[in-house]
Each structure stands twice: as C-alpha cells, then as structure tokens.
C-alpha cells in the first residue's frame, strides 16, 4: 500500500478566507475532493480551542479532519472513529515538561507580577496557561522574568507573545516546551511512521515559521505578508532547509495561490502524483 499523505494545515489566512485578499471560487471544493481520497491523512494545526475549530469547519464548510492540533499546539484531537478523542499520547509527550506542577501551581508561581491578567477559563486547559498583556509593557524584560521564574523550579516552557489587534491587547500563551506545531506536526509522523518526505504543511503568518523553516515540506500561501515571506525565506536559508520551501504564487488551474489555492499548488509542487486529484473537480461551494 502506498504511505499517504500526511497534510498538515494552518486554519486562519491559510485554509480559512478569512483575510482581505480574494478566496478562488473552486479553491476550497477541490481542496475538500483532494483530502476525502485514501491517499491523504488530513490534519488541521491551529492555535483555536477545540470549540473554534468546531465552528469553522462548520461555518466554512470544512471537510473533516483526521487530526486536530489546537490551542497553540498543547492539545491533539484524534477524529478518525467520528469523535474528538483527546490524544493521550501527546499528553504523555509534553507533561514532563512542567516538572509535576499543574495548571494551578505555575499561576502561584506568576501572581506576583504585574500586567499579567489571566485570560477567560474557555481560553485555558491542562498545558495552556494564557494572560492578556498592555501592549505598552516592555514585553522582554516580563518573559525574562517569568523564565527565571520557571527556571527556579525545573519548569521547561515555551513563552508565544502575540497580539490580538482588535481588542487592541497583547496576549501571552504559556505551554510545555515540547507543545509547539513543529513537534506536534514531527511527533504525529513519527506515531503514523509517515516519512518527511510524505508530509506537507502550509501556514501563512508568524508562528508557523518554526515549521515553514524546518525540513519538513512546506508550502507558504500566497496572501502571507511580505515580511513573514521575507522571514521565513531567511530561516530556511540559515537552516538549509530551502528547498523544502514551496511560496505560492497562483497560476495552478487558473487559481490565485490564497488560502487553499496555496495549499493545493504546494501539493502539485511536491506531489506531482497528487494533481489528477486536484484537476477537473466542479464546485459544489
């Protein structure tokens, strides 16, 4: 039997038309064709909760995943029996990384600092301790802090600083070391015994650099900014992972290379094999 492919997705700007550039009318129905074949495991990687996954796929008429790796990469979902398993596996993976302490203990350990106001409950869970921040703060000087912090009591965590532009705040996410998209996408392989070679992931902003970057194949959507390009050409470069570096440009079956247009002209790109699949499909959107 032939390894499929294991096809990895970012949700918001890549899959999801959610940005201000135009979707291809056909886009995302031969997307949906592709990944309902045998030939493709997909996997949606997302910084949503479970809960927004659940409503894009519902409100974007998405074809369901086999995969789901959300909240910034701290929780995997297995949906290949039709409910949302919560993978205890990846669990296992990541919780050494806080050294015993749960949720609760690392809040205690954080109380003391100012400028730190926990994020609503529905925004947290085992392996995700999230704040919002002023964007005034001077933010490098509090991770210093915090790291420190961790550091004193064996706690190995990765610190993601990002920006919610419409409530106009900063927002801190706090998770296991290991819980990042590039070793959930890297430990997902190698669960499956999926090669690299039969993996592709595409993203579109910032925080899929680390994986953009790495040697895994991946593919960068047309509508990405032009300094996250320009970012993610640079890293890929200093790693020597270039060539596993496919930028979206359109042209594919008339598409415009945004959002799943992208994503299908990276599998053309690296899976030739694969554009039969792609090719000749009506819309059904």
């Known amino acids: 039997m032939t390894t499929p492919l294991l096809l990895c997705t970012d949700l918001d700007r890549t899959l999801l038309p959610n940005g201000v550039e135009p979707e291809s009318p056909d886009a995302r129905w031969r997307f949906t064709h592709l990944v309902e074949q045998p030939e493709v495991i997909l996997v949606f990687v997302s910084g949503r909760d479970r809960r927004l996954v659940q409503e894009a796929i519902k409100n974007y008429l998405l074809p369901r995943p086999d995969f789901v790796i959300s909240n910034v990469g701290s929780t995997i979902y297995d949906l290949r029996q039709g409910a949302w398993q919560l993978w205890s596996h990846w669990q296992e993976e990541i919780a050494p990384d806080w050294n015993g302490l749960d949720h609760q203990a690392l809040r205690l350990l954080l109380s003391d600092l100012d400028n730190l106001r926990l994020q609503e409950h529905s925004k947290q869970n085992r392996y995700k301790l999230s704040y919002y921040l002023p964007l005034h703060l001077e933010q490098q000087s509090l991770v210093k802090k915090i790291e420190a912090r961790f550091q004193q009591y064996g706690v190995a965590a990765n610190l993601i600083l990002s920006v919610d532009?419409?409530?106009?705040?900063?927002?801190?996410?706090?998770?296991?070391?290991?819980?990042?998209?590039?070793?959930?996408?890297?430990?997902?392989?190698?669960?499956?015994?999926?090669?690299?070679?039969?993996?592709?992931?595409?993203?579109?902003?910032?925080?899929d650099l680390p994986v953009l970057a790495s040697p895994i194949p991946s593919v960068l959507v047309a509508n990405a900014m032009p300094s996250v390009v320009e970012d993610a050409i640079a890293a890929s470069r200093i790693n020597g992972t270039l060539p596993a570096l496919y930028l979206a440009s359109g042209g594919l079956f008339g598409m415009n290379g945004n959002y799943s247009a992208g994503i299908l002209e990276g599998v053309a790109h690296f899976h030739p094999e694969l554009q039969p699949l792609i090719e000749g499909v009506e819309s059904h959107l």
Request: charged share 20%; aromatic share 6%.
């Open 165 to 207: 532009e419409p409530a106009g705040v900063g927002l801190l996410d706090i998770l296991p070391r290991r819980a990042s998209k590039l070793h959930a996408v890297e430990f997902l392989q190698d669960y499956l015994g999926i090669p690299r070679h039969q993996t592709l992931f595409a993203g579109d902003s910032g925080n």
